[in-house]
């Protein structure tokens, strides 16, 4: 069953069952990349006992010196401790990592970047194995790991028992958030925000183009940019009540129709610019269609109906 994200709180209040007096869960870290000798550091820092394989055995050197085990393969990793987390290049480098490892009875925590399906692949995969699999996609870069005001998180998806059983030991790089039973949710979640995020930065993109060969500075605009995207992000959460309701209509100030009639100043402002249109132009295709279809007086919710077809 889809888990709204607004219950993520929920899980963020499981209670810690380690207290300070009591010695800290070991944790295997498979992986240090850039990513992983943080999340590393973060776990040493904060006295857990780690242990630590990588391919290449130079990274693990360095985190010996500062009190992590180096395993000599991945398979004498595994069988260190109860929660392993991988956090490998990708898909394939996680089953070849794993090939030979006992993971029976193990806690696998995937937060190697991949896919909703090879997520779920991968789930089944651990399953056959013996082992319980929670699948993570990190909302953070390397210098956010370890510091919580900097706001980076987790999503995890998959067994919301083992998600409870590993909170605190989970939490400790990163803050957490738990989106549901499908292992496959927190990759969907990862690239959903991402992809928002892509948009923003074409969006902008364009803006700045259109006066970079005129007389005005780039820090002018900023400021002015950053507060209008400010601006339109709750627009967002009028969106998931109209793709919930079914109702693309209702209370819509600025319908699509209007905007319609607007693009072409865009484009032809792009032109007199001697900018491309083409972050635009796809967009502007899909509003067109949306139009043609009988959605003149909608929002521009219904472009999204267009992409699911």
Excluded at 168 to 188: I, K, M, N, Q, R
Excluded at 223 to 233: N, R
Aim: charge should be negative; include cysteine; charged fraction near 20%.
């Amino acid at each position: 069953m889809t888990q709204n994200p607004v219950e993520n709180n929920v899980e963020k209040n499981v209670e810690k069952n380690v207290e300070n007096n009591v010695e800290k869960n070991s944790v295997t870290l498979l992986g240090l990349g850039a990513m992983g000798t943080a999340l590393a550091r973060a776990w040493l820092a904060a006295g857990h006992p780690l242990t630590v394989w990588n391919r290449t055995p130079a990274r693990a050197a360095v985190l010996a010196a500062e009190g992590a085990r180096v395993a000599g393969s991945a398979a004498e990793a595994v069988a260190a401790s109860t929660l392993v987390v991988v956090c490998l290049l990708d898909d394939d480098s996680v089953a070849e990592a794993l090939a030979d490892a006992d993971l029976a009875g193990r806690d696998l925590v995937n937060l190697t970047t991949g896919t909703p399906a090879q997520a779920r692949v991968r789930a089944e995969w651990a399953r056959e194995r013996g082992a319980r699999y929670l699948d993570g996609g990190i909302m953070a870069v390397p210098p956010m790991v370890g510091v919580p005001e900097a706001g980076g998180y987790v999503f995890y998806s998959g067994s919301r028992e083992l998600f409870a059983r590993h909170h605190e030991a989970l939490g400790v790089p990163l803050g957490t958030t738990y989106v549901g039973e499908d292992a496959g949710f927190a990759a969907l979640y990862d690239v959903a925000l991402l992809s928002a995020m892509y948009g923003m930065f074409a969006g902008a993109a364009h803006a700045f183009a259109l006066i970079r060969k005129e007389d005005i500075d780039p820090a002018s605009l900023a400021p002015l940019l950053a507060d209008w995207l400010v601006a339109m992000a709750p627009a967002v959460h009028e969106t998931a009540g109209r793709l919930r309701s079914g109702d693309y209509t209702d209370g819509v100030a600025s319908n699509l129709a209007m905007q319609v009639a607007g693009t072409p100043t865009f484009l032809s402002t792009a032109e007199q610019q001697g900018v491309s249109p083409e972050l635009l132009s796809p967009y502007f295709a899909l509003m067109r269609r949306r139009l043609a279809e009988g959605g003149g007086d909608e929002d521009l919710t219904g472009v999204i109906d267009l992409l699911t077809r």
